[in-house]
């Protein structure tokens, strides 16, 4: 007992330490974002994090068969869109506003695969709290609403990375996968960010890029396979659910960005949508 104890509470530490570094790494991108813009910022992200994911978990050992290849083309495909899109998002709107909208995304995948009643209320606490985030277009401290529609799109693009991670998946191991998919965005994404932001590669960047890289990628994953050998997968979500109120502190502590009353009750409203759904699937059905 004391030793599951012990498993629980080093699992609960490692969640938690891999939410403030992803959101830490997410506040040294935003910081980027004047010199090399959110593009040249997720080329350094995707292509320093697959060349350390492809270090650690040697893909090339877990080569797909064929009808597993274009699932984790989309698993690639929609790990690239959803960093691109969180990118440009957050350069327009304050990071933890843009988690909790990036949030419904698998939080739409938890709702949708339930087939219970009651989880119509998690479904009124998500809408309401993006409601509330929606832009005032007639207020001067509205959010900007391309913003708003990219993290939203970001979050469509992690509902798509969840939906086909789970696919690929089932045919080797998570981090081989992770890997691969990772490798698919960089090769699409760091031509991209390299031709339009050319300074990303220059000496005085490359070490922020492999900061950010470790922060948001190669270390809280490390953590996050600690943390599911010694917590169930719902208790997991359960305490991801607090990943948008870490991500509005580390935007406050590193960034500065204050938000209003309404904004951080919207995102306790997606929290509690999000934490509502973790503790509805984790009961037996009826």
């Avoid at 938690?16 to 997720?42: C, D, H, N, W, Y």
């Avoid at 690639?76 to 990118?87: C, Q, V």
Wanted: net charge positive; glycine share 10%.
């Amino acid at each position: 007992m004391q030793k599951s104890t012990k498993e629980l509470l080093l699992a609960i530490l490692c969640i938690l330490l891999a939410m403030i570094t992803i959101q830490s790494g997410a506040s040294l991108a935003k910081q980027l974002f004047p010199i090399v813009g959110p593009e040249g910022t997720t080329a350094l992200r995707l292509g320093f994090s697959a060349a350390i994911l492809c270090l650690i978990f040697k893909p090339w050992r877990h080569f797909p068969v064929a009808s597993q290849r274009l699932p984790i083309l989309i698993y690639g495909l929609s790990l690239g869109g959803m960093n691109i899109l969180f990118y440009y998002a957050i350069e327009r709107i304050p990071l933890g506003i843009g988690v909790a909208l990036e949030f419904t995304g698998p939080l739409a995948v938890a709702l949708f695969s339930s087939r219970r009643k009651r989880d119509l209320f998690w479904v009124a606490c998500a809408v309401a709290g993006i409601l509330l985030l929606l832009p005032d277009m007639k207020g001067q401290e509205s959010l900007d609403p391309i913003g708003v529609i990219l993290a939203l799109a970001a979050g469509a693009c992690w509902a798509g990375y969840i939906l086909f991670g789970k696919k690929t998946g089932s045919q080797s191991s998570g981090g081989a996968t992770v890997a691969m998919g990772m490798t698919v965005a960089a090769i699409v994404l760091v031509p991209y960010g390299g031709i339009s932001q050319s300074a990303a590669f220059t000496w005085g960047i490359i070490p922020l890029g492999i900061g950010i890289a470790v922060l948001s990628s190669a270390l809280p994953y490390t953590l996050e396979m600690i943390t599911l050998r010694n917590m169930s997968p719902q208790n997991f979500s359960i305490v991801m659910s607090l990943e948008p109120a870490i991500a509005a502190l580390a935007g406050l502590i590193i960034l500065g960005e204050l938000l209003s009353i309404l904004q951080w009750l919207a995102i306790a409203l997606v929290i509690i949508a999000s934490l509502g759904s973790s503790l509805s699937t984790s009961k037996p059905k009826a």
